[in-house]
């Protein structure tokens, strides 16, 4: 993969099941800021072969919706681990973390960004009120984060 920047942003979720397509909003109009350090990709889960795209940035940001998260998001590292099995359904940042730096032998370090959703029940592309105000939350720390990526590692208290 072509390195476009030294953070990727993955957002990812089923956009067709209300709130649950945060993580790919938050991804649509990251992209359309088209900042030069950062370069987006969205999707409805991760995969396996996310990890070698993982292993060339220095920093990836996984976005999700979050069913009972802190609102209106949350910010945590992600520790590498093993994953114990393999499901085309259940690949966890923390096994694509292992897997870029084992396998691809990367240094990136990772976060998940959890974004506060309320209506997953249902089908329908759209996000409720509640949720896109807190996306549009999310995407001003996005945009505080592209210009000084130190913030990551500082204590989080987005409320």
Known sequence: MERKGNILLIGYGNP??????????????????QHPGIHVDSDYQLTVEDAGDIAAYDIVIFAD???NGK??????PVEPKPALSFSSHSVEPEALMHMAHT????????????????EFNEFGERLSERAARN?????????????????????????
């Open 16 to 33: 067709g099941r209300l709130d649950d397509g945060l993580g790919p909003a938050l991804a649509a109009e990251v992209e359309r800021w």
């Open 65 to 67: 919706a979050s069913v």
């Open 71 to 76: 609102e209106p998001y949350f910010l945590h």
């Open 103 to 118: 396998l691809f032998d990367g240094q990136t370090r990772g976060y998940v960004l959890g974004i506060r959703g309320y």
């Open 135 to 159: 996306l549009e939350r999310a995407l001003q720390y996005i945009g505080l984060v592209l210009e000084n990526p130190q913030l990551l590692d500082a204590p989080q208290d987005a409320a």
